[in-house]
């Protein structure tokens, strides 16, 4: 999400907020107990807290830092909660590491833990440093968090040992959904209409791959651009998944899913159908209408190949289109359009993996204030709601502003003039700002009559055109999205096989595409994944989603 718009980057990058607090109170500065009065800590108290960095990070106006910002100071005024960094990494690799370090005992743990691994949620459990909070959910979480958790019991899973209760999702909420952006004016040079079958998605990468779409009388276009770097299945941009779902069904790449009937979960890249899509992949790759470097390509790189011309299709997440707008600016007659994801080859709509959360919240054994912790983290989510301090965002002037009475969102129009908008969720420690809109109601709420009359509603009716409708296409085909059914640390196992068995099957599916490797490849492929540690790799995985549901830790939360 480099180089979403101001909008999304304010919209989305809030999330980060909602980790941002914790109740803390293990201060040795603190000589006196503090007292909650009229929802303000008397004195102060401090929570500490680790933090990830990522792209959107780090970005502070003039004379804020860290732990000295426009956020840090609200918690202190406001809630007499100070929040303070003591743990910071890079990437994920970096954080990882550093947050081991910590376990290990040669770096303090903090108060507060986000933590976007599910080995090392497993290792924090069984090292004994982290709490139990069944009874503080029970007790301290909200009622308006309590119904958003309740919407998300799976979200529990990987934190839930023996019937108790070591941490929770950060702000669970189904994601939005991906939808095509595709070069409009390529479409209408060959008058040509956006793709809805394999077919007709065959025929039109085909036509921008030979016929000139961009009429400059040079063979220096393609059709579709996707990152085969990392996976053929990114789950969020640069992704040709929905190639694999058209012959797959349900049963996508790297994806658990609970087959219906069985009540098992099975591995969708053993799927026999995706013999046929990567058939159809080598058959588009031999004939170019693939980027001939795919293999190398991360998602960054895919998003350039659009962005400087060269390819004519997308598929991502709906504020893509943020990031690769500038096409429009730098081509002349270029132009975005947005669609739905293409069909199956049995005319059901293509699937898509999801997520419910981005890492879950864990809490230093010794961080005996809850209460506040509670108490923040329901005060950041007055973003998602449009209301309280944050009705319309977290900090006027930074991500939104209040011109002649009215709110804006565009940092070029601020009383002082930004280049960007300010994410101040990115101030706090989570990578993603808490939301309750999933795929994109708002944005269907306004396509369909609903007035602007909200903060919510007054930030997605902010958005460009172009966003506005990947969002409605995002909502309204949300049943394609498919959150993952093993959500759980890796089994005995996957700790020791199963590097070596994605590793094999990205070079299989790299090697077929390529032509290096005949397409019965495949089935070969298939045959050793079994042999080599995937089908007790199952019968593990099965066994704990069938100990995982047995376990009714959400009553023992309060929270049916």
Partial sequence: MKKASGLLVAVMVAASLIAGCSSGGNSPSQEQPSTLKDGKYDPPITITIAKQLDENAGKYLEGESLNDNVLTRWGAENLGIKIETTLLGGDAGQYNNKLRLALTGSEKLPDVIPV????????????????????????????????????????????????????????????????????????????????????????????????????????????????????????????????????????????????????????????????????????????????????????????????EGKAGIIVGRPWLYGSVMDVEKNISGAKVGVYPTINGVNGDKTYQS?????????????????????????????????????????????????????????????????????????????KNTPSVDGPGKSFYDLANGAEPNTGVLIRANAADPTTKAGYVISYENREVLLPGAFNGPPTKTMQSSWEQLTTMEQETFTKIIYSEEPIEAFDDFVKQWHEKGGEQITEEVNEWYKNANEVDVMSNMGLK
């Fill in 116 to 307: 976007y691994d599910t080995m090392l949620a497993n290792d924090l459990i069984q090292s004994g440093r982290v709490r139990e909070i069944t009874e503080d959910i029970k007790t301290y979480m909200p009622e308006r968090l309590k119904d958003i958790y309740k919407e998300y019991p799976t979200t529990f899973n990987p934190v839930v040992q023996d019937g108790k209760v070591y941490g929770m999702a950060i702000a669970p909420n189904l994601t939005e959904g991906e939808v095509m952006l595709i070069r409009q004016d390529w479409l209408d040079n060959l008058n040509l209409k956006a793709p809805t079958t394999i077919e007709e998605f065959e025929r039109v990468i085909a036509a921008f791959t030979n016929d000139d779409p961009d009429r400059n009388g040079a063979k220096d276009t393609y059709g579709f651009t996707f990152s085969g770097k990392d996976s053929y299945n990114t789950g969020w941009v640069s992704d040709p998944v929905m190639i694999f779902s058209a012959y797959t069904g349900k049963h996508i790449p790297r994806h658990w899913y609970e087959e219906e009937g069985s009540g098992k979960i099975v591995y969708g890249s053993v799927h026999e159908g995706n013999k046929e899509a990567l058939a159809k992949l080598r058959d588009w790759y031999s004939q170019g209408y693939l980027n001939k470097e795919l293999a190398t390509k991360g998602a960054w790189d895919a998003i350039a190949d659009f962005t």
């Fill in 354 to 430: 999801a997520q419910l959360n981005d890492g879950v919240f864990m809490f230093n054994k010794d961080f005996n204030n809850m209460e506040a912790f509670f108490l923040y983290y329901d005060k950041l989510y007055d973003a998602a709601f449009g209301t309280g301090d944050f009705k319309y965002g977290y900090a006027q002037g930074y991500d939104y502003d209040m011109v002649n009475g009215e709110v804006t969102f565009d940092p070029q129009k601020f009383n002082k003039p930004l280049e960007a908008v300010q994410g101040v969720g990115k101030m706090a420690f989570t």
